[in-house]
């Protein structure tokens, strides 16, 4: 079983910056790729981007040059620092696990709010 805490979401202005935090336990944090997803109202869920347990990284076109997914084995948190932030980034972002030997993303946190307005 795997749990999974988010933080660092809020307010912030286009343009500007913020650092989510996933901080996972309950298992053995290099057995899994994690990844960050997000949820605007209205919208579907959607992968903004992924980290294996080797650094391997993937973006959604997006957020790429803008996003930087990471990961410390040492803390089992994996981290997504966000810049040049846009309105449309505006959702509730989730951290997932998935299984190296899985296709499923099977462990969701509750979910951090990010706001981009003026």
């Known amino acids: 079983q795997v749990q999974l805490v988010e933080s660092g979401g809020g307010l912030v202005q286009p343009g500007g910056s913020l650092r989510l935090s996933c901080a996972a336990s309950?298992?053995?944090?290099?057995?899994?790729?994690m990844g960050w997803f997000r949820q605007a109202p209205g919208k579907q869920r959607e992968l903004v981007a992924t980290?294996?347990?080797?650094?391997?990284?993937n973006y959604a076109d997006s957020v790429k040059g803008r996003f930087t997914i990471s990961r410390t084995g040492a803390k089992n948190t994996v981290y997504l620092r966000m810049t040049s932030l846009k309105p449309e980034d505006t959702a509730v972002y989730y951290c997932?696990?998935?299984?190296?030997?899985?296709?499923?993303?099977?462990?969701w946190g509750q979910g951090t709010q990010v706001t981009v307005s003026s």
């Open positions: 997932s696990a998935r299984r190296f030997d899985s296709a499923e993303w099977s462990y």
């Open positions: 309950g298992t053995i944090f290099n057995l899994y790729y």
């Open positions: 980290i294996s347990s080797a650094g391997t990284t």
